[in-house]
Antibody
C-alpha cells in the first residue's frame, strides 16, 4: 500500500525557515517523480514544486522561486522541501504527492499534509 | 501561466441528481486535464485524467469530457460520498495550475 507521510510543519515567524519531509513507502520511490502542493486555509490547491518525470528537471511556482528548494533522497525514500524567507502568504497545508506513472504531472497518491503557519 | 476557471463555485444538489461542473482554460491545453475530489479535512483524490480517462477504482458515475479550453465533469447520479469539493488541474505546461474549486453541497 502506498503511503506518504509528511512532517516538519509548525509555527514559524516571518523570515524564518522550515524543512518539510515526506517519507514514502509501498512503491519504488526512485522510479517516480514527486511534487509538493499546498492549500491555504479555506482556499484551493496550489502546486508549489516538483520533479518532472522524464527529465528530472525541477520546477517551482514563481512565488517561491529563490526561497524554496525541493530535493529527494532515494536511499531513504524521502522527499524534502526546504523553505526559507517564509512569508505570511506561505501559510498552508503542504501535501506531498506522487506522480501517476509517466504522466508527468498528475497525482495519484497524496499524503495527509503538514500545516505550516507563518506568523509573528 | 495558464489560468483555470471553474464554475459554479458552489452547487447545491440532492442525492440522485445529475451534476455538471465546468472548467475553462485560458489557452488550449489539448486534453491535458485532470479532476480531483477533496472531502472535508482530506487529501485530494484523483478521479479523471487526460480529460476523460477514469482512474482505476473510481465509480463509473463520474465522467469527464472536453478538449482545448472547455471541460466538464459529470456525476450521473449523486451519492452521499460525492458531497465534496472538486478541482480541475491542467498539466499541459508548467507551472501546473488548478481551478478554484467547486463545492458540491447537500440541497
Amino acid at each position: 500500500e502506498v503511503q506518504l507521510l509528511e512532517s516538519g510543519g509548525g509555527l514559524v515567524q516571518p523570515g524564518g525557515s522550515l524543512r518539510l519531509s515526506c517519507a514514502a513507502s509501498g512503491f519504488t520511490f526512485s522510479n517516480y517523480a514527486m511534487n509538493w502542493v499546498r492549500q491555504a486555509p479555506g482556499k484551493g490547491l496550489e502546486w508549489v514544486s516538483g520533479f518532472r518525470s522524464s527529465s528530472g528537471i525541477i520546477d517551482y511556482v514563481d512565488s517561491v522561486k529563490g526561497r524554496f528548494t525541493i530535493s529527494r533522497d532515494n536511499s531513504k525514500s524521502t522527499l524534502y522541501l526546504q523553505m526559507n524567507s517564509l512569508r505570511a502568504e506561505d501559510t498552508a497545508i503542504y501535501y506531498c504527492a506522487k506522480v501517476y506513472g509517466t504522466s508527468g504531472a498528475i497525482f495519484d497518491y497524496w499524503g495527509q499534509g503538514t500545516l505550516v503557519t507563518v506568523s509573528s | 501561466d495558464i489560468q483555470m476557471t471553474q464554475s459554479p463555485s458552489t452547487l447545491s444538489a440532492s442525492v440522485g441528481d445529475r451534476v455538471t461542473i465546468t472548467c475553462r482554460a485560458s489557452q488550449s491545453i489539448s486534453s491535458w486535464l485532470a479532476w480531483y475530489q477533496q472531502g472535508p479535512g482530506k487529501a485530494p483524490k484523483l478521479l479523471i485524467y487526460k480529460a476523460s480517462t477514469l482512474q482505476s477504482g473510481v465509480p463509473s458515475r463520474f465522467s469527464g469530457s472536453g478538449s482545448g479550453t472547455e471541460f466538464t465533469l459529470t456525476i450521473s447520479s449523486l451519492q452521499p460520498d460525492d458531497f465534496a469539493t472538486y478541482y480541475c488541474q491542467q498539466y499541459n505546461s508548467y507551472p501546473l495550475t488548478f481551478g478554484g474549486g467547486t463545492k458540491v453541497e447537500i440541497k
